[in-house]
Each structure stands twice: as structure tokens, then as C-alpha cells.
């Protein structure tokens, strides 16, 4: 089965950039990447996702690695309100129209004034 | 536009009783996933329906079922409560079907789930 690694946590200091690192070594070229991020007691939001190429929209931007095995998110300038979990999830297609949802443990951001 | 809503909030059940969730999708929304979210295993996918049928399937046994309506509404049932089902069920909603892998989901606030 396929795997996402994420690290627990990490820290930024307010109006820096934020590096969110992924891990998916078993993904191949159909698998999509998103990024979703969970505020307390809410449920998960819609970051961003990509497949191949980099990515970018207005809340953050997305670089994916050549081979494809691991991914970035990106927060050009962190604010209080993007601290959250962040999930990195792969959508395996496995043919037929059948696919698996294969989520990261998520990735705790503190943002810090 | 109203957001995903889902009822109700919060619930207490004991153990071997049966629990229906609902989930009200995003108006023109025609697929509703369904989450189960815990702290050890993290989020999990159950299921999603597109167009009143079961497009996909997690790996939960079958005490866990669903449904969705004409009007994209969905239910969850989950069958011979047990304590390990305690957890925080979230549904989404996205336009076309998660499959297709470029729809963004819009997650509802969740059904806190307590067994005793």
C-alpha cells in the first residue's frame, strides 16, 4: 500500500515562509497529490493538488519533486490563522474507477507573532 | 451559498446499539465521501457515493454502510457499535466524483461519535 510521511510538527515565526514536507515514495504517474489543513474543531480545508508540475493559487503553492516521491507546500508569508494540521493525501487510481485515499499523520504548524 | 452541514453534532451511544449520521452536501454537489477521524489512526476514508451510487470503498467492515438520496443527501449507518468507533465522522462534498482526482472536497463540521 502506498504511504505518506509527514512530520509531526513544526514551527514558523509569523510573515516567514513555511517548507511542509511530504513523502510518497510508492507513487506513480496518475497518483494526484492534495493538501487539505484542519483548524481546531473544524473540519479539514482545501489547499491545493497537483500531479506532475508545480503548482500555485492564492492560499500557497505546491512543488513536486522530479520523480515524483515527494512534494513541498508552500506558505509564502505565514499569519496566526494558518496555524493548523496540515494532510498530505494521494488519490491512487487503480483502474476500473477505483481508487484509494492514502493519508499523511498530518503535520502540526505553530505559527509564532 | 450553505456550506456542508451535518447532523446531529455530537452523540452518545453504548456499546451494540446503531447510529445513523446525515450529511447535506453543498447545493449542486453530486458526491458525498464520508471520514472517520481518530487520534490514533488518523483520518480514514469509508466511503463515496456519486449519483446515489457507491463509487468506492474503504477497508471497514461491513457494520459501516451508506447511502445517498435523490436530492445528494447521504446517510451513514454503522451497525454493532463498538468502543473502537469512537471517533469524529466527517463527510464531503465535491462536485464530480473524488475519482476523478481534480475536485476539491468541502468538508462539513463532523458527528462527534462517543460508545460507552
Known amino acids: 500500500d502506498a504511504k505518506t510521511t509527514q512530520p509531526n510538527s513544526m514551527e514558523s515565526n509569523e510573515e516567514e515562509p513555511v517548507h511542509l514536507p511530504c513523502n510518497h515514495s510508492?507513487?506513480?504517474?496518475?497518483?494526484?497529490i492534495h493538501w487539505y489543513r484542519q483548524l481546531p474543531s473544524q473540519g479539514p480545508e482545501y489547499v491545493i493538488h497537483g500531479l506532475t508540475s508545480n503548482v500555485n493559487n492564492r492560499m500557497a503553492s505546491l512543488a513536486i519533486a522530479e520523480d515524483r516521491k515527494s512534494s513541498t507546500l508552500i506558505l509564502h508569508r505565514a499569519t496566526l490563522r494558518d496555524a493548523a494540521v496540515y494532510y498530505c493525501i494521494l488519490i491512487i487510481y487503480s483502474g476500473a474507477g477505483s481508487y484509494q485515499l492514502t493519508f499523511g499523520k498530518g503535520t502540526k504548524l505553530s505559527v509564532i507573532p | 451559498k450553505a456550506g456542508v452541514t451535518q447532523t446531529p453534532r455530537y452523540l452518545i451511544k453504548t456499546r451494540g446499539q446503531q447510529v445513523t449520521l446525515s450529511c447535506s452536501p453543498i447545493s449542486g454537489h453530486r458526491s458525498v465521501s464520508w471520514y472517520q477521524q481518530t487520534p490514533g489512526q488518523g483520518l480514514q476514508f469509508l466511503f463515496e457515493y456519486f449519483s446515489e451510487t457507491q463509487r468506492n470503498k474503504g477497508n471497514f467492515p461491513g457494520r459501516f454502510s451508506g447511502r445517498q438520496f435523490s436530492n445528494s443527501r447521504s446517510e451513514m449507518n454503522v451497525s454493532t457499535l463498538e468502543l473502537g468507533d469512537s471517533a469524529l465522522y466527517l463527510c464531503?462534498?465535491?462536485?464530480?466524483?473524488?475519482?476523478?482526482?481534480?475536485?476539491?472536497?468541502?468538508f462539513g463540521p463532523g458527528t462527534r461519535l462517543t460508545v460507552l
Open positions: 510508492t507513487i506513480s504517474g496518475t497518483d494526484y
Open positions: 464531503a462534498s465535491s462536485l464530480g466524483s473524488v475519482v476523478l482526482a481534480n475536485n476539491e472536497q468541502f
